[in-house]
């Protein structure tokens, strides 16, 4: 069962993402403090992150960019992340703080789902 973290404060994503996954075997756990994400990836150990493109007062880039970081020195393990943008013209920017995957909002379940696979899944 695949252990999915959620990075979300508003309602509605959060709602989407449990629906779209609540026919699938993910074990989802919720986060909404950007600030401390990479203390929920060391605690959580998730096999990926989804992160919303605007949580509180953080960017979801800035949130991969804080994961990818922290991964890169050891602090972590190195999580994929897969980000919910606003608008499709983003996901330059999602490529460039480093996620693993995007899609953009609203979403259907099985692009969710497919994301978090290609995700997942080794190059």
Avoid: C
Wanted: aromatic share 4%; hydrophobic share 55%.
């Amino acid at each position: 069962m695949p252990k999915v973290l959620l990075v979300a404060d508003a309602m509605w994503v959060r709602d989407a993402v449990h629906a779209a996954l609540s026919t699938s075997d993910y074990e989802i756990t919720e986060h909404d403090v950007p600030a401390t994400v990479v203390d929920a990836v060391a605690e959580r150990e998730p096999e990926v992150a989804v992160v919303d493109l605007q949580v509180a007062s953080m960017g979801g880039m800035a949130i991969t960019r804080a994961i990818r970081d922290a991964a890169a020195v050891g602090t972590v393990e190195d999580v994929p992340v897969v980000i919910l943008l606003d608008r499709r013209a983003d996901a330059f920017l999602a490529r460039r703080a480093g996620a693993a995957g995007w899609l953009a909002k609203p979403f259907e379940a099985a692009e969710l789902r497919n994301a978090i696979t290609a995700a997942m899944t080794p190059e």
